[in-house]
C-alpha cells in the first residue's frame, strides 16, 4: 500500500523586486521498517545502523528523501509475521527471516534442509544470492506475497547444540525435548530427542521452566540471549552456518517508487549484507567465550561422530526438493545447484544430500 506523499513546497520567493525560484526541499517518503525480533540481534542492529544510514546517503543530492518508522521486536509484527506486515502494507520494507516460513518460501530454506554444510556464512550467503539471480522461480517466489526481492540478506553463524545437560553422543540426546527453528527440527530425526519448533524469543524462559532441554542455536544470537545461563553444556556439531532472511520490499509500493529510490533500497541491502558479515565474523570468537567459558562445559563432536549423525538423518533435501517440485518449484534443480556451489568451494559437507 503506497502512503500519500508529504506536501512538496515549491512556492516562488519574491526579492528585491525580481521573481527568484525557490529550490524544492526533497519529496519525503514515509517507510516502515520491520522485523519481529529485538535489536540485540545483528541483523536488526544493521537495519538502523548500516541499511537506513545506506538509503538516506543513496539520496542525497536526489529529488527524495525518506521519512523512516522502525518497528522491531514485536511492536508491529511478531516473528514470522513480517511477510504479512508487508503483503497487506503495514510495512513497506521487511527484514524476512525465511526460516520461520519454510511452507510459504521452501526454496529460501534450501540450507536448512541440508545440515551439516559449511560452516562460513558469507559462503552460504552467496550461494543463496545466486540461486536467486540464476534459477528462474527462485526470486519470483517472492511475488506471491506482492514482495520484491532486494538482495542481500543474512546468513546466520555455524550451529551448535546447547543443553541444560552434557552430549557427547547421540544417544545422550535420547528422550530429551530440543527446541530448534523451523525447518532445523528435522536435524534431531533419528537421534532419539524429541524436536520443538521455536525461536530465539521464547527460548530462555521455555528453558528456565523446562520446556525444552536444549536449543539448537547460533552463536552469536545465543550469547546476546543469555542462553548459557540456563544452557551451559555446548556441543560443536558443525551444523552449519544457515541462510536465514532477506530484505524486500512491498512490490506493489517498490513499482510506485522513482528509480532513485528503489535503486537506493538495492544498493542499501547489499551494503547491509556487506556489514552484517563483517561484524558477524568478529563476534563469533566473543560469543563463543561467553557462552562456553571453560572447557567443562565446552564438547566438539568427534568428525565420526558428526557423520554418524548427519547419516543418521533421512533424506531431508530429497524429501524437501520434491515437495517443493509437486508446489510447481524448482526444488531439486535449487538442491542440484546449491550443493553444485557448496563443492565447487571446497566446503567441508558432513554429508552429501545431492540427489545424483
Same mark, same amino acid.
Given at each position: 500500500?503506497?502512503?500519500?506523499?508529504?506536501?512538496?513546497?515549491?512556492?516562488?520567493?519574491?526579492?528585491?523586486?525580481?521573481?527568484?525560484?525557490?529550490?524544492?526541499?526533497?519529496?519525503?517518503?514515509?517507510?516502515?521498517?520491520?522485523?519481529?525480533?529485538?535489536?540485540?540481534?545483528?541483523? /536488526?542492529?544493521? !537495519?538502523?545502523? =548500516?541499511?537506513?544510514?545506506? *538509503?538516506?546517503?543513496? #539520496?542525497?543530492?536526489?529529488?527524495?528523501? @525518506?521519512?523512516?518508522?522502525?518497528?522491531?521486536?514485536?511492536?508491529?509484527?511478531?516473528?514470522?509475521?513480517?511477510?504479512?506486515?508487508?503483503?497487506?502494507?503495514?510495512?513497506?520494507?521487511?527484514?524476512?527471516?525465511?526460516?520461520?516460513?519454510?511452507?510459504?518460501?521452501?526454496?529460501?530454506?534450501?540450507?536448512?534442509?541440508?545440515?551439516?554444510?559449511?560452516?562460513?556464512?558469507?559462503?552460504?550467503?552467496?550461494?543463496?544470492?545466486?540461486?536467486?539471480?540464476?534459477?528462474?522461480?527462485?526470486?519470483?517466489?517472492?511475488?506471491?506475497?506482492?514482495?520484491?526481492?532486494?538482495?542481500?540478506?543474512?546468513?546466520?553463524?555455524?550451529?551448535?547444540?546447547?543443553?541444560?545437560?552434557?552430549?557427547?553422543?547421540?544417544?545422550?540426546?535420547?528422550?530429551?525435548?530440543?527446541?530448534?527453528?523451523?525447518?532445523? /527440527?528435522?536435524? !534431531?530425526?533419528? =537421534?532419539?530427542?524429541?524436536? *520443538?519448533?521455536?525461536? #530465539?524469543?521464547?527460548?530462555?524462559?521455555? @528453558?528456565?521452566?523446562?520446556?525444552?532441554?536444549?536449543?539448537?542455536?547460533?552463536?552469536?544470537?545465543?550469547?546476546?540471549?543469555?542462553?548459557?545461563?540456563?544452557?551451559?553444556?555446548?556441543?560443536?556439531?558443525?551444523?552449519?552456518?544457515?541462510?536465514?532472511?532477506?530484505?524486500?520490499?512491498?512490490?506493489?509500493?517498490?513499482?510506485?517508487?522513482?528509480?532513485?529510490?528503489?535503486?537506493?533500497?538495492?544498493?542499501?541491502?547489499?551494503?547491509?549484507?556487506?556489514?552484517?558479515?563483517?561484524?558477524?565474523?568478529?563476534?563469533?570468537?566473543?560469543?563463543?567465550?561467553?557462552?562456553?567459558?571453560?572447557?567443562?562445559?565446552?564438547?566438539?563432536?568427534?568428525?565420526?561422530?558428526?557423520?554418524?549423525?548427519?547419516?543418521?538423518?533421512?533424506?531431508?533435501?530429497?524429501?524437501?526438493?520434491?515437495?517443493?517440485?509437486?508446489?510447481? !518449484?524448482?526444488?531439486?534443480?535449487?538442491?542440484?545447484?546449491?550443493?553444485?556451489?557448496?563443492?565447487?568451494?571446497?566446503?567441508?559437507?558432513?554429508?552429501?544430500?545431492?540427489?545424483?
Amino acid at each position: 500500500m503506497r502512503k500519500p506523499l508529504q506536501h512538496i513546497w515549491a512556492l516562488p520567493v519574491l526579492a528585491a523586486g525580481l521573481a527568484v525560484p525557490a529550490t524544492a526541499p526533497a519529496q519525503s517518503i514515509d517507510v516502515t521498517l520491520v522485523n519481529g525480533h529485538p535489536s540485540i540481534f545483528l541483523w /536488526v542492529k544493521h !537495519l538502523t545502523e =548500516t541499511f537506513i544510514p545506506a *538509503v538516506n546517503t543513496a #539520496l542525497e543530492g536526489t529529488d527524495y528523501s @525518506i521519512n523512516w518508522s522502525e518497528a522491531y521486536g514485536g511492536s508491529l509484527a511478531a516473528v514470522g509475521g513480517e511477510m504479512e506486515a508487508v503483503e497487506v502494507g503495514l510495512a513497506e520494507v521487511a527484514a524476512i527471516p525465511t526460516v520461520f516460513m519454510p511452507t510459504q518460501l521452501p526454496l529460501q530454506n534450501v540450507s536448512y534442509n541440508t545440515p551439516f554444510g559449511p560452516s562460513d556464512p558469507r559462503l552460504v550467503m552467496e550461494s543463496v544470492a545466486m540461486l536467486h539471480d540464476t534459477v528462474p522461480g527462485v526470486e519470483e517466489s517472492w511475488h506471491e506475497y506482492d514482495a520484491e526481492y532486494l538482495g542481500g540478506g543474512f546468513a546466520l553463524d555455524n550451529y551448535v547444540l546447547m543443553t541444560n545437560f552434557p552430549v557427547t553422543s547421540i544417544e545422550d540426546l535420547e528422550g530429551r525435548r530440543i527446541a530448534a527453528p523451523g525447518p532445523a /527440527v528435522n536435524w !534431531l530425526e533419528g =537421534t532419539g530427542a524429541v524436536g *520443538v519448533s521455536g525461536n #530465539l524469543t521464547t527460548y530462555y524462559n521455555d @528453558i528456565q521452566t523446562g520446556v525444552f532441554d536444549g536449543v539448537i542455536v547460533f552463536p552469536t544470537a545465543a550469547a546476546p540471549a543469555r542462553l548459557h545461563e540456563v544452557a551451559p553444556y555446548v556441543t560443536i556439531t558443525d551444523f552449519g552456518a544457515q541462510y536465514a532472511g532477506t530484505l524486500v520490499a512491498n512490490r506493489t509500493w517498490f513499482a510506485d517508487q522513482p528509480e532513485a529510490v528503489q535503486n537506493a533500497l538495492r544498493s542499501a541491502a547489499a551494503a547491509y549484507t556487506e556489514a552484517y558479515l563483517v561484524e558477524q565474523t568478529d563476534r563469533v570468537a566473543a560469543a563463543m567465550a561467553t557462552i562456553a567459558s571453560d572447557d567443562d562445559h565446552l564438547h566438539v563432536l568427534a568428525p565420526e561422530e558428526r557423520t554418524r549423525w548427519a547419516s543418521a538423518l533421512p533424506d531431508i533435501a530429497g524429501v524437501w526438493a520434491e515437495n517443493a517440485n509437486g508446489m510447481g !518449484l524448482p526444488g531439486s534443480e535449487v538442491l542440484t545447484a546449491y550443493i553444485d556451489a557448496l563443492k565447487a568451494a571446497g566446503a567441508d559437507l558432513g554429508r552429501d544430500w545431492s540427489q545424483r
